[in-house]
């Protein structure tokens, strides 16, 4: 079994990922985005693992680790978005621009 | 070529297509149900790579929970269900689109070169070892994690929940 | 951290004792609670009822209580250790601060805490409603906590800490009046006389310290018993140095002169400050140091004996002529000081920590007993004194048994220690020196009899009705009588000498004369030097006549005017030290100042402003401010473009962050 279609499937995933967080306006849809990159990198670091043979399997505990701060992340983030819905009665991202000059 | 390559390819192809699927889908549930696809795809190809943990983990802990919360956070917005031209960002498409597949082409480009020969080997189960390395070696990191996670639980709740005042109203 | 000893060297003595247990470790607490309290009261003291006294009040009685415990501690088993804090090091020395816990520091700490809390309890009435009462007790309870830092330093430099914390806090309190002028500068002149001094205490602890290779007093005191060649051939010199420190701040002639001027401070300050704290702490150094002085720097004990009869006979002279209540009582100190000085120097240790510590409870008693009659009388000066007897009993008593104390009448407490400081003089054939200090004696029971007999006997001189002082100010003075008149009997020779025991816990082997039975001839050379002196100062004032123009009864011009003029030391220090600095070396400096220094300046100046000239406008406006100018302009310009990349939207601000990921990624892959 090679490693390299792995590989290029995790970019392919990480770069959808990452069109997602672009061009979506909805907030609940760029946090699914970043759960494609993030799982991108999932399939990278447990490809590595298997590829290294790495006695310790740290590929997969690091796996674990994202999972749980992703978790974590998406607990958070959702709160955020409840928030900021409350406060602007909407949640698209473009019209959050506090940051506007 | 062998069975199990022809099964990663096929995996690997629906990966594509349904994590495609979430970011151009017009319709919100389907974007989560999609991304439901997308994990349990990727789960099975951890079980490919003889990472069954893992791959139980993200069913549980993704497939299980987090999706769930999504949905929850969809409803909660309402955004609305159904199809719905307004959930692109048309101005952003072209660029978009262009961003990405760059940052395709060099990814691809660099594992090509990379990893060009290089073989998995897969050494079957691997879930005890994973959990004595896990509750051992990185027991501290473990823990510290966990704390995170409870931290975070609590700074969702506290974000999350109506104004002091408002509550008190509410109880009374 | 830290690190503890049982004082092993002084294995060898004959004593028993102990570490002190868990006591003995928690030692600091009195050090450092002084400190606290006083932050506690800046802080919060005016917010509470008693103004910030009753933080200062429950400070020190923790102190007494805690030094009390102490003290019965080492009556009963001894105790000698001492603890250490290393907090880092200069080159090869470590800098180490700790606690001591001895005989000598128990002894002080008590002397410190008894003394201290009568005066604190003294105070809170004495001061009632005068300037900046708060502060007054923040710098009080300073004070005590640093004479604390002082007496339980384990290492010379915190030892010089704590002495300059004293100075510091003494500068305070006596300038505590600062509005009139001579007040100001009476603390000006205790803390610039001190510096003096300090620099002697200073040089000294650089020499001992660089000889020795250590700044830990009991390691030095163990090379001065063991014959290290190099702490001996610095040993007189550090010594001398040594004793010039400890000359400042015990008041040894001729750096006496601040301490009558210190008077300029409230009288409970007075008292603490004569009887308790700073001026105990020359000879505290002295007895610190005294295994080194016996065991290599004997020499310089005698320069040490010498200054010390110098002050104990012209000090007391000059008290018999002054009109001031206060000044009597402060040049008693200073001459009391002198005759603990000379027994260090005549080699009797435990005779002048035992003329220390009846001392600190007779003075401390005249002290606030005198206070007590000038709160009543609204004035310092004897000749509007007399008569109180029958109007303040309480305060008349109790004055009347310290100044038999003082006196060293038996069997108070002043008779015990300066009947050994004279048996020790005897002893060590210092036969001129034993007759002066029999002189001093009488001269002490002379002015003492003075004093006593103007303020108390007699007609009243003054304006309005004196009375009674309150019974919180009365009450300490009780006290103190009460210690005034038993202090002495802790160490009375051939009966009880369990003093002697106390402050030897960790002394070393070398021997110390301590007379095991009373010296007879020296015993009644001095009881009949004090009968003389209160006979013939009575005989004087009361009966030959009245006590306003008693003075000039015994008036013999020429020394009269000697000792009104405090031998003229003042005055030569104004003649020959401070004037010809202010005069002649001032007006050579401001000659050279006008003539070259200002004519110099000015013509920097006159090209300055030219150059200035110039370069301002030709130069900074033409120049630099176009310049900057149009970098602002340009700026603003360029700026009202750029703002409009800041759409506010987060995910162009993504799309821009990915461009430059893609572009420095290409870059990486292509140049690279």
């Known amino acids: 079994m090679s490693a390299q279609p792995f590989l290029i499937a995790a970019a392919g995933l990480f770069s959808i990922g990452i069109y997602g967080i672009l061009v979506r306006r909805n907030v609940v849809m760029v946090l699914l985005s970043i759960e494609l990159i993030l799982n991108a990198v999932n399939i990278n670091f447990v490809v590595f693992n298997a590829m290294l043979g790495d006695a310790l399997l740290q590929g997969q505990i690091f796996t674990i680790f994202i999972i749980t701060i992703a978790a974590a992340e998406v607990g958070i983030g959702l709160a955020i978005v409840l928030m900021l819905f409350r406060n602007r009665k909407t949640a698209n991202i473009d019209e959050f621009d506090l940051l506007k000059w | 070529m062998e069975a199990l390559d022809i099964i990663s390819y096929f995996l690997l192809l629906g990966l594509l297509l349904v994590s495609v699927k979430v970011v151009t889908t017009s319709n919100v549930i389907h974007a989560a149900i999609s991304l439901v696809f997308t994990l349990a795809i990727t789960a099975a190809t951890f079980l490919l790579l003889s990472a069954e943990f893992v791959a139980l983990v993200i069913v549980l802990v993704y497939i299980g929970a987090v999706i769930v919360l999504f949905l929850f956070g969809i409803m909660i917005t309402r955004a609305p269900l159904g199809q719905n031209a307004e959930l692109d960002n048309d101005k952003n498409k072209s660029l978009a689109l262009v961003v990405s597949l760059s940052i395709f082409v060099i990814f691809s480009y ?15 189960t691997s879930t005890e070892l994973l959990g004595e390395i896990l509750l051992s070696r990185f027991v501290f990191p473990f823990e510290v994690v966990s704390f995170v996670l409870l931290a975070a639980l609590i700074g969702g709740i506290t974000l999350a929940r109506q104004d002091n005042a408002l509550v008190d109203e509410n109880q009374i | 951290m830290v690190n503890s000893n049982l004082i092993t060297f002084l294995a060898e003595g004959k004593v028993t004792y102990t570490d002190g247990g868990t006591f003995a ?30 933080i200062a009040l429950a400070t020190i009685g923790f102190i007494f209580a805690f030094s009390s415990y102490l003290l019965y501690l080492n009556v009963t088993e001894g105790v000698a250790s001492e603890f250490f804090i290393n907090v880092g090091s200069i080159g090869s020395f470590d800098l180490e601060f700790g606690w001591v816990v001895d005989g000598l520091s128990i002894m002080m700490y008590f002397v410190v ?35 604390l830092v002082l007496v339980s330093s384990p290492t010379l430099l915190q030892l010089l800490i704590g002495w300059e914390l004293v100075g510091v806090c003494s500068y305070l309190l006596i300038g505590h009046y600062w509005e009139k002028k001579e007040n100001s500068s009476a603390a000006m002149k205790a803390f610039i006389t001190n510096k003096i001094a300090d620099v002697g205490l200073m040089i000294g602890i650089i020499v001992l310290a660089l000889s020795t290779g250590t700044m830990r007093i009991s390691e030095i005191l163990y090379q001065s018993t063991h014959d290290y060649e190099s702490l001996k051939s610095v040993a007189y010199l550090a010594g001398v140095l040594l004793f010039i420190g400890a000359m400042g701040k015990s008041a040894q002639f001729p750096l006496h002169v601040w301490l009558p001027d210190a008077m300029a401070g409230p009288t409970p300050v007075s008292a603490l400050m004569h009887a308790a704290t700073m001026v105990t702490a020359g000879v505290y150094l002295l007895a610190r140091m005294f295994p080194f002085y016996e065991g290599m720097a004997s020499e310089a004990l005698d320069v040490v004996l010498l200054f010390g009869v110098i002050t104990l006979f012209a000090a007391g002279m000059i008290a018999i002529v002054q009109d001031d209540l206060k000044k009597v009582l402060a040049y008693s100190t200073v001459s009391q000081l002198g005759y603990m000085v000379a027994a260090i120097g005549s080699g009797a240790y435990t005779a002048a920590l ?14 606030l007993g005198a206070g007590s009659v000038i709160h009543a009388v609204h004035t310092n000066s004897m000749k509007e004194m007399g008569g109180l007897k029958k109007e303040m009993p309480r305060t008349y008593t109790t004055f009347i048994l310290g100044t038999i104390a003082l006196t060293g009448l038996p069997p108070l407490a002043g008779f015990f220690s300066k009947d050994e400081i004279l048996a020790s ?15 001093g004696a009488f001269i002490t029971a002379f002015y003492m009899t003075r ?19 309150d019974s919180m100010m009365t009450t300490p003075l009780i006290v103190l009588a009460g210690f005034a008149v038993t202090a002495g009997w802790v160490n009375i020779p051939g009966i009880y000498t369990g003093f002697t025991d106390w402050v030897t816990t960790r ?19 001095g009881l009949l030097a004090g009968l003389a002196g209160i006979g013939l100062a009575y005989y004087v004032y009361q009966i030959l006549g009245r006590p306003e123009d008693g003075d000039e009864k015994i008036k013999v011009e020429p020394i009269w005017n000697l000792l009104e003029n405090k031998y003229y030391l003042d005055d030569f220090y ?18 050279f100042n006008t003539n070259i220094l200002d004519k110099a300046v000015n013509l920097f100046g006159v090209a300055a402003i030219f150059l200035g000239n110039i370069v301002y406008n030709k130069f900074d406006q033409g120049g630099i401010d176009k310049a900057l100018n149009i970098s602002s302009s340009s700026t603003d310009a360029l700026g009202a473009r750029v703002k409009l990349l800041q759409t506010g939207k987060a995910q162009q601000y993504i799309m821009y962050f990915l461009s430059g990921v893609i572009v420095i990624s290409l870059l990486i892959l292509l140049v690279l």
Do not use: C
């Open chain 3, 354 to 367: 035992f003329h220390l510590w009846t001392h600190a409870f007779f003075k401390a008693l005249l002290f």
């Open chain 3, 25 to 54: 470790e928690y030692t600091w607490l009195i050090v450092v609670l002084p400190f606290i309290a006083a932050l506690l009261i800046t802080f919060f003291g005016k917010y509470l009822p008693l103004k910030g006294a009753e």
């Open chain 3, 574 to 591: 104004f003649k020959y030290i401070i004037n010809p600095t202010k005069s002649t070396l001032a007006n050579t400096v401001d000659r």
């Open chain 3, 451 to 469: 004093a006593v007999v103007l303020t108390f006997f007699g007609e009243y001189r003054g304006n309005g009705h004196p009375h009674e002082s």
């Open chain 3, 113 to 147: 805490g008894t003394v201290a809390s009568l005066v604190f309890i003294y105070a809170t009435n004495y001061m009632q409603g005068e300037v900046r009462y708060t502060f007054f007790f923040t710098s009080l309870t300073l004070f005590a906590g640093s004479m």
């Open chain 3, 507 to 525: 002394k070393n082997p070398i021997v110390e004369y301590h007379p095991e039975s009373f010296d007879y001839f020296a015993l009644t050379s």
């Open chain 3, 425 to 439: 003089l005897n002893h060590g054939g210092y036969n001129t020196y034993f007759a002066i200090a029999v002189a």
């Open chain 2, 110 to 124: 660099v594992m090509f070169n990379t990893f060009d020969s290089q073989i998995i080997v897969t050494t079957g």
